[in-house]
């Protein structure tokens, strides 16, 4: 047997359980989606017909107002995390990356604990303090998926940041607030876009969360789910995910170009 | 020790973060050992719950840990030898392959899902048998194995170490067992823990492909948190954390390593 041989050999499992279980899958979901009444122009019914523009709309506030507050917490404490070194640090940044291996369906839960009827804030506080249904919950549902994601691809960034250029910067008498804009930001742009990227994808695609949490609240992958199990309008179905996965898998792209890492999307 | 107003407002939102992050999961430990959660903790501590949660999902627990072995053994037989394949060959025809077999890291576990029922749904035998989430799952984590093993393959000059074994009178597969794999092992390590972690946590595949017969243990928490009562649903989920935890904390140390070998 040559080398070539051997080598195609190696790769034929990966091309035929790929071609099996996802190229020709997804093309049956692309004809799927133009099998209604509708046909190809499903996809202009999008954006024409009002209940899925304001889904939509919706998802893309949500999943924007997710990112900004990620990047802005993540960036603070990752910053923070790696610039100083204390007692407990080890413990805070563990804190902070637990959630990875968190579920959606998990993650909700947490938020109806903190936020639900018998949840910790209607507990403590007088009057009735119940926002883990609303789109406040799946909000912060979201941010509790993103903060450990975005953190981890800022500290990576943070890391490779050379400390010295802020340290000049503060010799030549550079305030706080200028060695942030001036110095830190403009290095750590690329992760920050890329894990903004992250943050804003997951957000869009996120099932499990909002599976237990947005029961009243139209979300693109809640309405993906409604479509089909109970209006059984499985072109429309098939068609939202179409375009949902073109979105994450688009941004998703940029992210890695311009950072390089890998963080599993999903939730 | 943090003298200046900045490093001050940086602790502060870390902390405040932290508490959020963590405040939850403390909830959740406390309400699946109390013995009346709405009563508060002055009802005091039991374990009735987490026998509960056995007596009721200890089929969905085994199930799981299944799944995650099954696809261990089939991301590692599919995905060992194609990291080789791409690392030997790299192009643009390796370049576009692994871009394709990383799209279920980007697509939503819900499309995914959907495409594999429109195709294969009709297949009454396959569609309520385990390897249909099983297929899933492989999926979903293949992409993690190939790369985590590419890694650390590319990091190497394989190419110089395999014409040297070569000239000894090393075949193909010789040469694949006694030098690929021991030196791909912390790539391996680093996979199988993220491919185990992953598979266990996985929900948003599952829940399109599971039959009420074959319930996964997130989808038996997504049941537990929509029909149980809170006690139920957090003594579950503290039996989810007491699994995935040690497996994430492996998983890091796993990928950590692998990476300072790649580097």
Redesign the interface.
Known sequence: MTNRTFVLLCLTPLFIFSLAFLALPLVRLFMVSGESEAGWAIYLDILRKPRYLNTLVLTVLVSLATTVAALAISTTAGMFLSRNRFKGRGILLSIMTLPLAFPGVVIGFLIILLGGRQGLINQITPGHVVFAYSVVGLFLGYLYFSIPRVLLTVMAAAEKLDPELEEAARTLGASPYRVVVNVILPGLMPSLVAAGAIAFATAMGAFGTAFTLATNIDVIPMVIYTEFTLSANIAMAAALSIVLGIVTWALLLIARSLSGTTVAAGG | ??K????I???T???T??A??????I??VM?GVTAN??QGISSGFTLKWVFRVWELYADSIFLSMWLAITCLIATL???L??A???A??PGWLSRL?EE?????????????A???L???GSMKGFRASWTFIL?GH???T?P?M??SILAVLASMDLKTLEEGAASLGA???QR?RDIVVPNAMPGILAGALTVV??SI????LT?MLHTPYLKTL?VG??DS?ASMR?EV??AY?LV?FVL??P??MA??WASARAQRIAQ
Do not use: D
Request: hydrophobic share 60%.
């Open positions: 020790m943090f200046s107003k900045t490093k407002l940086q602790l939102v870390t902390l973060a932290c959020f992050l963590l405040v939850p999961m909830l959740s309400a959660y709405f037989i599919i995905g030898p194609a080789y394949g791409l030997r060959h392959l394709f077999i990383s799209l279920p890291l980007a697509v939503p576990g819900l499309a995914l959907l495409a594999l429109q195709l294969y297929v492989v999926l979903y293949l993690f190939v790369r075949s193909p597969w694949f972690t992953l946590g996985e929900f948003n829940w997130p928490l997504a948190y809170l649903a957090s989920t989810f995935i935890v497996l994430l998983m890091q």
